[in-house]
């Protein structure tokens, strides 16, 4: 089913006869169909190796982006800097939400089974480096809570309860809530309570152990760069990206991760409400029908539009956020493809519903917390199909 907003149909459809179908499933956020025998073996749990490969890949391409930043900073040309630290940034936080997003599904226990294992890994390559929620408060808030079938998007769900703090309600100005959106994680109140909860989540809550670890780490980097010189350019290509951009850009993905405040109605609780409350998020428009400048503009937005969302606003497996909370166990590095194979299919938690576009899905939001709209999902899939 399609709201109002973006294409109202399985703009996917139409890549399928193009080649690279990686690059297409990368780009949309949407899959191919996998037969019988491929959808059983993309429901295995991603390897402990091939977890502890991936997380060691993000941080070498962390390491030659900080490279980057550093030659870009050395550099004399003001347009080389800026390009140059520009682009450190965005692969810094790209890999941070990739970071994120495989230490969100190893908590759920469909990457990395190896638990102890994980827990030690999640700890020294994401939580400690990016002041992010220990392991055990995590599992408490997202795993046990924002995925409970009576708690999210109720006031009981962590998510939206940092949104509300956040001034974000429903019945707020359509002005209101586009200023809020693009600038609130750089308000002086966002950022004192993001400097609180990360000395809270680092330094009070976690075990006396992963206390001493977590400081052992940052006493240990801020020493070693003090001692060669470069703490300024820690800060400025590693912690401006990984602390102040990466909540900026998670902010960006968490607001149209739900349909916050959905009012609860007698089958709030339900599988089918809960299905309601989330739907996939693609990037992509329909291939061009016209000459060359139909296809220029559809090339300009593929890379200038397209590109950036899914670097920096829906990494990984965000685009399929509504899956993953039908089929929590369904692995990150297969769910675009088996999300695509099991959409037409019956589902206790109702038909699927997605929306074609970043722009498209803020005015979801929008017309729910500002008009009052807060049934979006209407359509049924129009032509072409
Ligand atoms: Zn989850
Ligand atoms: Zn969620």
């Not at 230490?103 to 994401?126: C, D, E, I, K, N």
């Not at 990984?242 to 993905?253: E, G, K, T, V």
Request: aromatic content about 16%; some cysteine.
């Amino acid at each position: 089913m399609y709201s109002v907003h973006g294409a109202r149909f399985d703009v996917r459809r139409e890549y399928d006869k193009l080649p690279c179908q990686a690059f297409w499933t990368f780009i949309t956020g949407k899959g191919r169909v996998l037969s019988p025998e491929e959808k059983v073996r993309a429901m295995l749990p991603l390897s402990t190796g091939w977890t502890v490969m991936h997380i060691a890949i993000s941080w070498l391409v962390i390491a030659a982006a900080l490279w980057l930043g550093n030659r870009a900073l050395d550099s004399t040309a003001p347009l080389a800097v800026v390009t140059g630290v520009g682009l450190s940034w965005l692969i810094v936080v790209n890999r941070a939400r990739s970071l994120q997003a495989s230490f969100h599904y190893v908590t759920h226990g469909s990457a990395m089974p190896h638990r102890r294992l994980a827990q030690w890994t999640a700890t020294a390559a994401f939580t400690a480096p990016f002041f992010y929620q220990s392991w055990t408060a995590y599992c408490d808030s997202h795993v046990k809570t924002h995925h409970h079938l009576r708690a999210l998007c109720s006031m009981d769900d962590p998510d939206q309860q940092f949104i509300a703090q956040n001034e974000f309600r429903p019945r707020m100005g359509v002005k209101t809530f586009w200023w809020r959106l693009w600038s609130r994680p750089f308000s002086p109140a966002f950022l004192w309570g993001q400097l609180k909860s990360s000395w809270f989540d680092s330094f009070i809550e976690p075990s006396w152990c992963e206390v001493f670890f977590r400081m052992a780490f940052v006493v240990g980097i801020v020493s070693v760069a003090l001692a060669y010189g470069w703490f300024d350019r820690l800060l400025l290509l590693f912690w401006v990206p990984a602390w102040l951009l990466f909540r900026h850009s998670m902010w960006l993905q968490l607001i149209t991760e739900h349909l916050w405040f959905a009012p609860r109605g007698s089958d709030a609780g339900s599988p089918e409400a809960y299905g309601r409350l989330t739907w996939g998020r693609f990037q992509g428009r329909p291939l061009p029908s016209g000459g060359v400048l139909a296809w220029a503009r559809w090339f300009a937005l593929l890379f200038l539009y397209d590109l950036p969302v899914r670097l920096y606003v829906y990494p990984q497996d965000l685009p399929n956020h509504d899956f993953h909370h039908r089929l929590p166990l369904a692995p990150y590095h297969n769910i675009a493809d088996l999300r695509r194979t099991c959409e037409c299919e019956f589902s206790r938690f109702g038909p699927s519903y997605e929306v074609w576009g970043f722009l498209e899905t803020l005015c979801v939001l929008r017309d729910h917390l500002c008009y009052g709209d807060s049934n979006p999902f209407r359509w049924p899939a129009s032509s072409p199909l």
